[in-house]
């Protein structure tokens, strides 16, 4: 099959830079490197994950001082605290680590490098060039005098986990570590069992970490909004109050999942909630929205520091997506009516909020929930938008409907709460022309990067079949 490479896959270190790490890392081997039947075997056998915490810089020394353009700001901790990012190798969690490292914090990445696999196996790229975690890692501590650690490995191999946990000892975890695509749950069988074993199981592997190892460790988890669905209400910010039969109580807000990709997050919702009251975890659910744009001040300090864009029919995701098939002249493709209405943030944002959830944890025992989205828009209100900056660059954007491939409404009520992380001090970056414009230009710049092939839709959400499907020709 097209989508699984074969056997043993190992990534050597470049040589070209100081080296950071000795040996060699094998990924394990539940990413199945196999040509076998399933490109994800469900069952990890903790032996058979070969990969053991390999640190780029386990020193806890205070960092030097920076070479450049760094200066500490009023919001940071006063009490350098330690966060592991899991995660932090890709589009959220790769901003999130550099700006909690630039606002002091001491951070650890966590991650399998699992995505850029599966960029390898469905035959995709990020519009951007990425370069490899380890080039990542260098430059940062080349510009600003701060290491970030580096664990490679799967959390769903606890003994990994453990080591990492011990080494590192976190005050804070944020968990952006899974699989989050819902397209690419639903290609088949094998995707969908590999998506929620990897969410749920690499969840609950966190959790009793911290009952483990670091009891009072605050979990910040990523979430959607869209664990939620579009009920024909107003969405709270997790819980809602309901009288029933003359009796009120304070309940967890309905979910309606609309993907195996969405259904994982809300199990890992359930598993958080329940830790949190049986074993006095201390944990914040951020129902995050879809995020838009790319740079970061930190981001953007290096061409070496770009983050991850990705545009294709199974890991872009709206505005991001239009803004590049604007670019290279490709029809915006609304699906459907296109009157699905989601919430919205900048990149900014979300490593913002981030911030702002570690500086204010939850107490012990609380399961807290924060909608964290700043906007909502419809996908058509969304193709107007780049429609619109489009024609200020001289770009004649066209837009065409294709068919749904989802299963979803294309016509409903959606007013969603978002007011917890404004109270807590967010400002917002509202979705604005001049974003747009920079996006846009930003698509421009790497149009030469874009395969026309991948943009259209190619999973269906009826047509998921048991046997292991190619996506891309
Ligand atoms: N991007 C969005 O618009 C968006 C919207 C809502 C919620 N989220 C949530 O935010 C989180 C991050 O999303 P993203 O867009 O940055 O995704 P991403 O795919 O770019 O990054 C996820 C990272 O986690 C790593 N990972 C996955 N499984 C792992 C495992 N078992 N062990 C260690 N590392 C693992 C991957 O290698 C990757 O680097 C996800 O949980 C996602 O559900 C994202």
Redesign the pocket.
């Known amino acids: 099959m097209a989508h699984l490479l074969s056997t043993s896959y190992s990534v050597k270190l470049s040589s070209g830079c100081k080296p950071l790490i000795q040996n060699s890392i094998v990924f394990p081997k539940f990413v199945s490197f196999q040509t076998s039947k399933t490109p994800f075997t469900s069952q990890r056998s903790q032996s058979s994950c070969t990969v053991r915490a390999t640190t780029l810089s386990a020193n806890r020394e205070a960092p030097n001082e920076p070479s450049q353009g760094i200066h500490q700001t009023s919001s940071e901790p006063s009490k350098s605290k330690r966060v592991m990012v ?9 901003a999130t680590a550099l700006h909690l490292s630039k606002k002091g914090y001491e951070v650890a990445i ?9 960029d390898h196996q469905l035959g995709i790229d990020s519009l951007t060039p990425i370069s490899s975690i380890h080039d990542r890692l260098r430059c940062w501590k080349a510009l600003t005098g701060k290491s970030i650690e580096l664990y490679i ?4 191999d606890f003994e990994f986990l453990t080591d990492a946990f011990k080494s590192f000892e976190p005050e804070a975890v944020v ?7 819902a397209p690419y749950s639903m290609i088949d069988r094998s995707r969908a069992v590999f998506t929620q074993n ?2 749920v199981i ?1 969840t609950l592997n966190v959790l009793f970490a911290i009952k483990e190892f670091g009891e009072q460790c605050h979990l910040v988890k ?5 664990e939620y669905g579009t009920p024909n209400i107003d969405i709270e910010e997790g819980y809602i109050t309901i009288t029933h039969n003359g009796r009120t109580d304070t309940l967890p807000y309905p979910k309606q999942a609309s993907s195996f ?1 969405h259904l994982s ?1 809300v199990h890992d919702s359930n598993n958080i909630a329940f830790t949190c009251k049986a074993w006095g975890i201390r944990a914040t659910d951020l129902n ?5 744009g790319v740079r970061t001040d930190e981001t953007e300090m290096h061409e070496e520091l770009i983050n ?1 864009l ?1 545009y294709d029919g199974v ?1 872009g ?1 709206a505005l991001n997506r239009f803004c590049v098939q604007a670019a290279v002249d490709h029809p915006l493709t609304v699906y459907g009516k296109g009157g699905q209405t989601r919430g919205y943030l900048d990149i900014r944002d979300t490593v913002q909020c981030v911030e702002i959830a570690i500086a204010n944890p939850a107490q012990a025992g609380e399961f807290r929930v924060f909608n964290q989205f700043t906007e909502q828009f419809s996908v058509n209100e969304l193709a107007a938008l780049v429609t619109k900056a489009g024609k200020k660059l001289g770009i004649d954007v066209q837009t065409t409907s294709v068919p749904n491939p989802r299963v979803e409404a294309e016509e409903h009520y959606y007013n969603a709460k978002h007011t917890k992380l404004i109270e807590l001090g967010l400002k917002p970056h509202l979705l604005s022309d001049s974003l747009l414009d920079s996006l846009l230009n930003f698509a421009l710049k790497y149009k030469d990067r874009v395969d026309r092939k991948q943009i259209m839709p190619s999973v269906s959400w009826r047509k998921i079949g048991a046997k292991p499907k190619t996506v891309t020709a």
């Open positions: 899991i995660g932090g190798d890709g589009y959220c969690g790769w966590v991650d399998s490098l699992v995505r850029r696999l599966f490995g799967d959390i769903c968990h952006f570590g899974e699989q989050r695509s990897n969410n690499g990523l979430g959607t909004m869209g990709y997050k995050q929205g879809v995020v838009y991850r990705d890991f995701t």
